[in-house]
């Protein structure tokens, strides 16, 4: 496995080679306006998401326009599927960045588009725990062969990835989920903090995240993921395996805290962002 944590600085380029594992990829490309750029998909399906300004997604005769939005934290965005072995036209009128999420898939479907008002919006947790997951590619939100992808949401003073937990060794039958963090910090100067651990205590990593560090979770415990009051955050979540499927195991010393959940009031500053635009 190469380094868990890339932190920003550069252009953003994750493939599963890179990453030292077999599915999740990540790019992030910058497109000046009227910039166009031709891609080929390859083994990988492909969620095209707008990070920032919109684009158009030329695929197979097809034509997606993308109004995208300013910012990840102005508004919830539309965005395109792209299957795997495919030729892609992208291109920006204004200018802006775009989230290139990958996955290695073997079944090959028609390409997409989703409107941000066909996005489901999950407020998930209680209290300082009350984060936003934005569902736009979860297992049960949108077919696709092996990637899974949703944008968190986290207001200043909470944490998400609460209670710690992993995605490997769920169950005798499955296999381990590669996950991928994008983060976004608001704020000049923002910062947040990220913990990610082994369960036998091979590694127990807590980093500082600033906007467009990235974490890779071959395995193991992660969470929490903290936004200091001032600085809320966002990431973007990226994950894919040999199969399909969602669950996760909370680390046996916090899962009571997920029992809390039930009997207390979720934040009221959620939903954070929406289609319509920033709510708090």
Not at 121 to 132: F, H, L, P, S
Not at 134 to 143: C, D, G, L, W
Not at 258 to 276: I, K, S
Request: glycine residues 10%.
């Amino acid at each position: 496995m190469t380094e868990r944590f890339i932190s920003a600085g550069g252009p953003l380029d994750i493939s599963p080679e890179s990453a030292g594992w077999d599915y999740s990829g990540l790019r992030v490309l910058e497109l000046a306006a009227g910039e166009q750029r031709v891609l080929v998909t390859g083994a990988d399906e492909v969620a095209v998401v707008p990070l920032s300004g919109g684009c158009r997604v030329e695929v197979e005769g097809r034509t997606f326009d993308l109004t995208g939005r300013p910012g990840v934290f102005q508004r919830v965005t539309d965005w395109a599927y792209v299957p795997i072995d495919a030729e892609v036209r992208l291109s920006s009128p204004s200018g802006g960045a775009f989230a290139w999420c990958t996955a290695r898939a073997g079944r090959r479907l028609d390409p997409a588009y989703v409107a941000a008002e066909d996005v489901s919006i999950e407020v998930r947790g209680a209290g300082r725990a009350t984060r936003q997951i934005t569902n736009f590619m979860s297992v049960e939100a949108f077919t696709a062969d092996t990637l899974i992808a949703v944008e968190v949401y986290t207001p200043g003073g909470n944490v998400s990835s609460w209670p710690p937990h992993k995605h490997d060794e769920v169950a005798a039958d499955e296999l381990p989920l590669e996950e991928i963090y994008y983060f976004k910090v608001e704020g000049e100067c923002g910062l947040g903090s990220f913990r990610c651990y082994a369960a036998d205590g091979g590694f127990d990593d807590t980093v500082t995240v600033h906007d467009g560090d990235v974490y890779l979770i071959p395995q193991g415990y992660h969470g929490p993921a903290l936004a200091p009051p001032e600085f809320p955050m966002y990431y973007l979540n990226v994950m894919a395996g040999p199969q399909r499927i969602w669950r996760f195991t909370d680390d046996p010393c916090y899962a009571w805290i997920r029992d809390t959940f039930a009997g207390g009031r979720p934040d009221e500053r959620l939903p954070m962002v929406t289609v319509a635009g920033r709510t708090a």
